[in-house]
């Protein structure tokens, strides 16, 4: 069993949730925290707790194997949250 983590910065956006498919995908390429308090923390850690945190996706011929409508998304709920930093680990053979 073989692990490989990767580091991935999402440059900030908006309030709203994101598809950031796109990003993770490309800089992931092929394969074989401080906390600034603001007004606006506390709602979005109650809309973060109902979301989760992590995800995992099969990848079926070095391809995320996803559905027709499913994608990666980065929800952001505060008004100013900054970029985010995403670990990504693949396990596989």
């Known amino acids: 069993?073989?692990?490989?983590?990767?580091?991935?910065?999402?440059?900030?956006?908006?309030?709203?949730c994101h598809l950031v498919t796109k990003h993770i995908v490309k800089e992931v390429g092929p394969t074989s925290a401080a906390f600034d308090r603001r007004d606006d923390d506390m709602p979005a850690h109650v809309k973060s707790s109902l979301f989760g945190s992590s995800v995992s996706i099969p990848i079926t011929g070095g391809r995320l194997n996803l559905g027709t409508w499913q994608g990666i998304w980065l929800c952001e709920h505060r008004d100013a949250g900054g970029p985010r930093r995403l670990v990504v680990t693949i396990q596989g053979e």
Request: glycine share 6%.
């Open 1 to 16: 069993m073989v692990w490989k983590q990767h580091e991935i910065r999402l440059p900030a956006f908006r309030r709203g």
